[in-house]
């Protein structure tokens, strides 16, 4: 069974679609979106650290997070429903620093989106709701966990939903250009 790196559709280096092996017949479908040394042939040969899952209703936007330390890369993908997936590439010294792209995943193309380390990430829910699963490598540091605010006048994201529903804590992270100034970007 072998998975297929689709990186046609990604403009920022180091970003990558991953369509998973996926068969369906009367009895339903089988989907196969991790395989160790698939992974490993492309460069992840760290451990999955962590895995987890949100619900989310119609107009939520979560995001922009990211680790301060010890950087994360995260597998996102659509269980259920549709999000434009966001990313921001904060990596110090990148040549693409501070621009943004978004990548539409959804129950239906089943496409994991493959955020490396050194990028704010968040989404936004486009169907009636959405379950969105994350695998993680790397630990989570709680104390290093941080953010940039979703609606960063710099950054300027076109998000769809003209009524978002956000959480405090994500109202009130950073901006970009604190971002900038305390950290300069993340080293990776």
């Known amino acids: 069974m072998n998975m297929n790196f ?17 068969c369906e017949d009367e009895r339903g479908y ?15 040969e760290a451990e999955i650290y962590e895995e987890f899952e949100t ?3 119609k107009n ?13 890369i995260k597998f996102v993908r659509a ?6 997936d966001v990313i921001v590439d ?18 239906k193309n089943r496409v994991t989106l493959v955020v490396p380390a050194g990028f704010a990430h968040g989404f936004e ?3 009636e709701d959405a379950v969105v699963s994350y695998k993680c490598i790397g630990k989570y540091l709680k104390g290093y966990d941080s953010g940039i605010v979703w609606n960063d006048s710099r950054l300027n994201i076109n ?3 003209s009524a978002p529903i956000v959480s405090k804590r994500d109202s009130e992270l950073m901006s970009f250009q604190d971002f900038c100034s305390n950290f300069g970007g993340l080293e990776v």
């Open 159 to 161: 998000w769809d939903i």
């Open 79 to 84: 269980i259920k429903g549709t999000i434009h």
């Open 55 to 57: 619900y989310s209703c």
């Open 125 to 127: 829910v486009v169907s």
């Open 90 to 107: 904060i990596r110090k010294d990148s040549k693409t620093f501070g621009q943004w792209e978004r990548f539409e995943l959804t129950d």
């Open 6 to 22: 689709d990186m046609k559709n990604t403009s920022i280096e180091g970003v990558k679609l991953i369509t998973p092996f996926y």
């Open 60 to 72: 939520v936007i979560r995001g922009l997070h990211f680790q301060l330390k010890s950087p994360q």
């Open 30 to 44: 089988f989907l196969k979106n991790y395989e160790k040394d698939v992974f490993r042939g492309f460069g992840y």
